[in-house]
């Protein structure tokens, strides 16, 4: 069944917003925005390593689907973002509705079959939002990949629960959007291209940032500003550093010397140690 005819069966579903609509897509949008939302970078969401271990392995599982039927990248982002924050919820739902002492942090984890079904909706919702419509990847394929632990109609529910109670973060700027912006910023400012910085640079830390759930515990402006900082690190000669960084910085409301400026290396100098544990060989 192709995705084509997945949208056409399931028409009754609410539909995600269409990108040329959403104000969060326009540049003049996110330039307000980020200064406003950098203010909180105090970490968000405290979360049990059972947990981040098994959001971590779905957030793998999306990208290797994204690979293998070469989906963008942000479609990839998206899916994780949708699927972390809908198994978050479905965790903080039933800890309410059981209304009882959870003894151990593994007790609260969603099972591996609703774990399953949230990935392959995820990733479909995700697919529609990022206008992938040249991929071959089908509800069989996903099906598939879930090695059928789950069954197609358990799959298109849970499509349906994750658009009704998570329209906002499909209307939410993403990582890749953030640092993108970023990214033009001093492009435009400096008049410099840094087409091969994205793609040999910037994309591999933004997978690494996403896959490790960064974006869960700090807003994703905080994150994606943090991620294109490591990345002029590594990328740049020491004498293009600080005027980059400068630019950076007023792309996103942040003052050198600040408790902004001292969080946001923090948070970059944490993330280059994940990305080198991630070159590590096991």
């Not at 957030?59 to 039927?69: I, K, N, P, S, V």
């Not at 919820?89 to 039933?94: F, K, S």
């Not at 087409?195 to 994703?220: A, G």
Request: with cysteine; aromatic share 8%.
């Amino acid at each position: 069944m192709s995705m084509s005819t997945i949208a056409m069966e399931n028409s009754f579903i609410p539909q995600p917003p269409n990108n040329n609509t959403v104000p969060c897509d326009d540049d003049d949008f996110l330039l307000s925005r980020t200064p406003q939302i950098l203010n909180n970078f105090e970490p968000q969401v405290p979360q049990s390593f059972s947990m981040r271990q098994l959001l971590g392995s779905k957030a793998e599982w999306c990208y290797a689907a994204a690979d293998l039927f070469d989906l963008k990248h942000s479609t990839a982002e998206i899916a994780v973002t949708l699927l972390s924050r809908y198994m978050m919820n479905v965790m903080m739902t039933r800890r309410t509705n059981d209304q009882c002492q959870v003894n151990s942090p593994d007790q609260e984890l969603p099972s591996d079959q609703v774990c399953h079904c949230s990935g392959a909706a995820s990733l479909i919702i995700a697919m529609r939002v990022n206008n992938e419509t040249r991929s071959s990847l089908s509800l069989e394929d996903l099906l598939r990949m879930t090695e059928y632990r789950c069954t197609e109609e358990e799959i298109l529910q849970t499509e349906r629960n994750i658009l009704q109670v998570l329209d906002h973060c499909i209307q939410s700027p993403t990582t890749e959007m953030f640092a993108t912006h970023f990214v033009k910023f001093l492009e435009l400012k400096y008049n410099i291209s840094l087409r091969h910085f994205r793609q040999t640079t910037l994309q591999p830390l933004l997978r690494v940032s996403i896959q490790h759930l960064l974006f869960l515990e700090f807003p994703t402006e905080f994150v994606a500003l943090a991620v294109v900082l490591l990345a002029l690190d590594l990328y740049c000669d020491t004498s293009e550093k600080e005027r980059l960084y400068l630019g950076l910085y007023a792309a996103a409301g942040v003052t050198k010397g600040s408790a902004k400026d001292h969080a946001v290396r923090a948070l970059s100098d944490e993330l280059l140690e994940i990305y080198h544990k991630s070159l590590t060989p096991y």
